[in-house]
């Protein structure tokens, strides 16, 4: 989890962390240099509870440096990653872990549901599809990362990429190695709907989404606007309603 200037969520977070029905987890939250009190809260529960364990960058750092400092220090084999503005239900381990182990996948992703930046209003359940390889994710925006767990036994090394859309990056590297993403349709997360959120300027993420493809993929335009269109199109699906 990283946590920046997260004080008004990150209680919400760490609580759906502890009301899982899947007890053995260890909860790795990476303070990056907030100026606000979310290591005040986090430390709290550390003190509480020695599953939660918080870190601090030394300087500002950005939520993909953030989050590899979380994935080095884990112990487990199993990866989950929960933003500290995003809320787990309760079940969301139980049953993932359990379908990840029983079906063999080694990277798996569920449906969601938004919610008001106060968390007081719920938005609409977002389905996924049943499974993503490096094509159909080049053409898509289902993968939420608060949603996702990954097998690193069966995947490896998993390192977020320095840019815009550290996420999306990291899974396009992941699936270019050749494995498939599986969507899990269940509604297991709440995300919620942030103001300040980096991905909330929607023509600043088309071109982010667009150097994506350009720059990090290094495809040809012709091939890029192919998978534009559909990412455009998937996106304005999703965006249309709350």
């Known amino acids: 989890m990283p946590a920046y200037n997260a004080d008004r969520s990150i209680r919400n977070s760490i ?15 990476v303070n990056d240099c907030s100026k606000d009190n979310s290591a005040k809260i986090a430390q709290e529960y550390c003190d509480k509870d020695t599953r939660i364990k918080l870190f601090h960058n030394g300087v500002n750092s950005g939520p993909a440096i953030t989050r590899n400092d979380a994935i080095n220090r884990a112990k487990g084999r199993f990866i989950a990653f929960l933003d500290s503005d995003d809320i787990w239900l309760p079940g969301k381990l139980e049953k993932q872990i359990g379908t990840m182990l ?3 996948y080694s990277f798996t992703y569920t449906s969601y549901h938004r919610i008001s930046e106060d968390g007081t209003v719920p938005g609409r359940r977002i389905g996924v599809p049943d ?22 036994n069966a995947i490896g090394g998993v390192q977020m990429k320095n840019t815009y859309y550290d996420d999306f990056a990291c899974w396009l590297e992941i699936m270019k190695r050749g494995f498939v993403a599986y969507g899990i349709d269940d509604d297991l997360v709440a995300y919620r709907i942030s103001t300040a959120s980096i991905s909330r300027n929607k023509i600043n993420s088309a071109i982010q989404v667009w150097n994506t493809y350009r720059t990090i993929e290094g495809l040809g335009i012709l091939n890029s606007a192919y998978y534009f269109t559909g990412y455009a199109l998937k996106a304005i699906q999703k965006y249309y309603k709350f």
């Open 131 to 152: 499974q993503l390889d490096y094509a159909k994710l080049l053409r898509n925006t289902a993968i939420v990362t608060s949603s996702v767990v990954i097998d690193i």
């Open 102 to 104: 029983e079906c063999a």
């Open 15 to 29: 609580d759906s962390v502890l009301s899982q029905t899947y007890p053995t987890w260890e909860l790795l939250i």
